[in-house]
């Protein structure tokens, strides 16, 4: 199983960046995927996740009208588009998959796949 995060970057604020997640090993589609972030000296906290393709989605209220989740099932990747990003924003992004069916998209506990995170860095 592998989940590989990528477009990650330094962005000014008011900008946008769109992450990339890649997936292989495991059925992509059939259990929620998400994105999780994790600040410096913070907890890793729930961004967004959604079924594939989406129809149950999650956001956290911070990032309600600007970010944006996505997948192409054809190609086992998901995708978060940020628009107007806040310096709150800079973070580690992971991207995550459960392997069985939770409710609860934004429990972290209920994800089982993870991949490497992607720096996003907002200057102010």
């Known amino acids: 199983v592998q989940l590989q995060a990528s477009g990650g970057g330094l962005v000014q604020v008011g900008g946008s960046l769109r992450l990339s997640c890649t997936t292989s090993g495991f059925a992509f589609g059939d259990y929620a995927i998400g994105w999780f972030r994790q600040a410096p000296g913070k907890e890793r906290e729930a961004v967004s996740a959604t079924d594939c393709p989406p129809s149950n989605t999650y956001y956290r209220d911070s990032v309600k009208g600007r970010f944006t989740i996505s997948c192409d099932n054809a190609k086992n990747t998901m995708y978060l588009q940020m628009n107007s990003l806040k310096p709150e924003d800079t973070a580690v992004y992971y991207c995550?998959?459960?392997?069985?069916?939770?409710?609860?998209?934004?429990?972290?506990?209920?994800?089982?796949?993870w991949g490497q995170g992607t720096q996003v860095t907002v200057s102010s």
């Open positions: 995550a998959s459960q392997n069985g069916y939770s409710g609860r998209y934004y429990y972290e506990n209920s994800y089982a796949y």
